[in-house]
């Protein structure tokens, strides 16, 4: 309670009108221009504002008592607008609120680098390894798996284990994916 009548005191100053509606639905029709602000526990929390229960339109932000890129992510994926962690200082969400209200999103920067690093195929995740790397050229170069296996010193059949589990990190499914992959991210 202390907490949800501190935010709301903050949200008042900042020129929001908080209330917390028993018929949610019926809540966002009546009001203009709605934000509905939504701690996300757990995943049925979203359920309160799934299509069928309010306008897709209006603006969702999510505070995500674990704010890490994967729940921002989600947050996103699920409808959200906007997302802070839950411990967010008030201004600071305050401030995601407003960029809401906007159409904006703001997020932390690791996490939108983080988000950025997954869907653009042009930069390698931080994960790829140096020796990774040199698996990948050497492979793009013509080695062969055993040629590979006998230089790093290991079995032909632990290679191939070793390449199933690299392309697999790397979302591909075969050499020649992982081949064109490594390319698009600059490695070759």
Not at 92 to 100: G, K, M, P, S, Y
Not at 159 to 175: A, E, I
Request: proline residues 8%; contains cysteine.
């Amino acid at each position: 309670p202390a907490y949800r009548r501190g935010l709301a005191l903050a949200l008042a100053e900042a020129g929001f009108v908080p209330e917390e509606p028993v018929d949610l639905r019926e809540w966002a029709r009546s009001v203009v221009g709605p934000l509905i602000l939504l701690t996300v526990r757990e995943d049925r929390d979203w359920d309160s504002v799934s299509p069928d229960a309010v306008d897709a339109e209006v603006p969702v932000v999510a505070l995500l008592p674990s704010p890490t890129p994967a729940a921002y992510a989600a947050a996103l994926d699920r409808g959200a607008t906007g997302a802070a962690p839950w411990d967010a200082a008030p201004e600071q969400i305050v401030r995601v609120l407003h960029a809401a209200a906007e159409g904006l999103a703001v997020l932390p920067l690791d996490v939108a680098r983080s988000l950025a690093r997954q869907h653009c195929p042009d930069a390698p995740p931080e994960w790829m390894t140096t020796t990774a790397v040199e698996f990948l050229r050497s492979l793009a170069d013509g080695t062969t798996v055993g040629a590979l296996a006998r230089r790093t010193g290991c079995s032909e059949r632990a290679m191939y284990r070793r390449l199933h589990s690299l392309y697999g990190r790397m979302g591909v499914n075969n050499r020649s994916e992982a081949i064109r992959q490594a390319s698009r991210w600059g490695l070759l």
